[in-house]
Structure formats: structure tokens, C-alpha cells
């Protein structure tokens, strides 16, 4: 089983859209600026249309890397002010090694939204809203034992 970690952020009305999308991107980076930075950032209006139509609420924004996967979620209208939200930093870096992220899009919104993204950044992409990332079941595929065919082994 993989380490999966998860955070809330307060949106709309607590901060609009575009902020809290940044509010994530400085919780991926540490606050600190270079190439991943730059990249989140160039999707700023894109991800910040989907925030504004309140996807991530149910559908979380998947990032993974070479270590755990992180969910983010976004809370809306009074749990966004006063409710149960998560801000706080991860104990590790969510963009360590190949890292992406997945974000959840409306259907009929995915070829608009993916040709958006396309032009900023090869790591961040949509995915239909309705479809989960399980996680457990591709780690149970990579971790899944070997099995030595002896016969096709040795030919017989």
C-alpha cells in the first residue's frame, strides 16, 4: 500500500480561485521559486476556471511523484470560511523525481481544458471527474509477485 497524503483548501468566498490555486502551488514548492514553479503557475487561468466551477470539492487535484501522492481538495461558501480545512506543509517534497498532476474536469469540458494545459505543461493534465485514480490497485499491479513459468523456462 502507498503512502497517499491529503489537504483541504479554503476557496471561494474565503480567497477566489486563482489565489487558492496559488495557495497549493506554494504548498508543492515550498514557496520557492524555479522550473516547477514556473509551470504550475503558467496553468494558473486554466486550473482557476476549474476551482471557480468548484471540481476539486468531490474530485480531488492528484499530484504524484517518486514519493507519496497527494489529494487536494477545495472547500466552498461557508466551509471555506469557517469550516474544516488543511493548509498545513507535507513532510515531504510532492514534486520530487517525475512528478505530475491530474486534475479533474468536467467531460465535456476535457478537450478544451487538456489543449490549455498542453501548451504550458507535459506533466499537468485533466482527467475526467467521474473517474478515479485508485491508487492501491497500481501499486497491487506493480507489487504483484513474480511467477516463474518453469516449463517456458526450460523449454519444455
Not at 506554494?26 to 476549474?50: C, I, Q
Amino acid at each position: 500500500m502507498s503512502t497517499v497524503a491529503s489537504r483541504t483548501f479554503a476557496s471561494v468566498p474565503q480567497r477566489d480561485a486563482a489565489a487558492t490555486w496559488r495557495a497549493i502551488v506554494d504548498l508543492l514548492t515550498k514557496g520557492k521559486s524555479g522550473p516547477a514553479r514556473d509551470e504550475l503557475l503558467a496553468v494558473t487561468g486554466t486550473v482557476a476556471s476549474l476551482i471557480a466551477d468548484q471540481v476539486p470539492k468531490d474530485a480531488a487535484i492528484v499530484v504524484t511523484c517518486d514519493g507519496p501522492r497527494t489529494r487536494f481538495y477545495c472547500a466552498y461558501d461557508d466551509t471555506a470560511i469557517e469550516g474544516d480545512v488543511n493548509e498545513g506543509a507535507l513532510g515531504f517534497d510532492p514534486l520530487q523525481g517525475d512528478w505530475a498532476v491530474s486534475l479533474p474536469c468536467p467531460a465535456d469540458e476535457l478537450t478544451w481544458v487538456n489543449g490549455a494545459l498542453k501548451s504550458h505543461s507535459r506533466r499537468i493534465t485533466a482527467r475526467d471527474q467521474a473517474e478515479s485514480i485508485n491508487v492501491d490497485e497500481a501499486v497491487a499491479k506493480a507489487a504483484a509477485p513474480l511467477v516463474l513459468d518453469v516449463k517456458g523456462f526450460l523449454g519444455k
